[in-house]
């Protein structure tokens, strides 16, 4: 029995769904080569479907003329009952295709973003929406969300561009970290002309700009080491390999951070911001718009312990 009580009908025992396509083409048009036309198929094969829909009915539907042909009576009926089951049935496929499409969001962040911040705190996430599933692209390159290569992306930019949603996540800041061993010698930015600096490959012009804004445009270290993304960086700095441009507050809690410090006392230099971005059409993704909420009560909740963080990791470095 059905929903309400009554009797489901048995698929096997029904016409296949491409005679009733076939019929109501035809139905609509009045002409079976126009039909043809419409369906990608021939006006012989759409001939066809509508003679075996006839003989499944046990009666004509249409009145044969030399060029054309018209709905009978019988036709007529049948013509609006399956007109109707047809965009019944279109609107409960499209309905359940954008309802599948709403269980899985692509998120394309930044690895130190993942890795440091994002990813301990995902757990509270699926808690709140188990139905969703996320697919998260950590490598640096951008991802074209305009596009479609994401639904929502985590970008460290000084505006967020054109076209798209966007809202600040945390405002960032650059300082120059090594560990301790290594920051014995250096007392100012001068001094990192005898040092090895690590640098990324992809992203803002980082030491470039550093540099520059610190007054020694035109520094040449002594070697220049270049990775791919900043926990890289982390790694490499933290075995002692070079200095890095660390990227406060959230470095701080990376892997491989707590061996590094600030090898001279300079205040750090803004570096743009995270933002979180998705089209602006997707601002009424149900999954978008509770992916984007989430990020922002957490960083939130989380802006007190982030700053605390920061002050106990810049105090000045006491050399030996």
């Known amino acids: 029995m059905g929903e309400h009580g009554s009797p489901m009908a048995d698929p096997k025992s029904l016409p296949p769904l491409h005679l009733l396509r076939a019929f109501a083409a035809a139905g609509r048009l009045q002409n079976f080569r126009d039909a043809a036309a419409e369906l990608g198929v021939t006006p012989s094969a759409v001939s066809h479907q509508i003679k075996t829909l006839e003989t499944w009915i046990g009666a004509p539907l249409f009145d044969r003329g030399v060029r054309q042909v018209r709905l009978n009576e019988r036709g007529k009926e049948l013509s609006r009952a399956v007109n109707r089951s047809l965009a019944a049935l279109i609107t409960s496929l499209e309905q359940a295709r954008r309802g599948a499409a709403r269980t899985s969001l692509k ?20 808690r709140l929406h188990p139905d969703l599933s996320l697919t998260i692209h950590t490598d640096a390159r951008v ?25 600040k996540l945390l405002d960032l800041r650059a300082t120059p970290l090594c560990t301790p061993a290594l920051a014995e010698d250096i007392v100012s930015p001068n001094d990192l002309r005898r040092k090895t600096l690590i640098a990324l490959s992809v992203g803002r012009a980082g030491w470039t700009d550093w540099l520059e804004r610190a007054g020694y445009a035109g520094l040449k270290p002594r070697r220049l080491i270049t990775v791919d993304t900043l926990p890289e960086a982390i790694a490499a700095a933290a075995q002692g390999r070079g200095v890095m441009l660390g990227l406060l507050p959230l470095i701080w809690d990376a892997a491989g951070a707590s061996a590094l410090v600030a090898p001279f006392n300079l205040a750090p230099q803004e570096a743009g911001a995270y933002y979180v971005v998705c089209r602006k059409e997707d601002r009424s993704n149900t999954m978008a718009a509770a992916f984007i909420s989430w990020l922002l009560d957490e960083m939130k909740a989380d802006a007190h312990r982030l700053k605390r963080l920061e002050r106990t990791h810049l105090a000045p470095h006491r050399r030996g």
């Open 107 to 126: 998120v394309a962040a930044l690895p130190l973003f993942v890795s440091a911040w994002m990813a301990p705190r995902l757990e509270r996430f699926e």
């Open 143 to 167: 991802y074209d969300v305009l596009a479609g290569e994401a639904d929502v992306a985590i970008r460290n930019v000084a505006t967020p561009g054109s076209g798209l949603y966007a809202r």
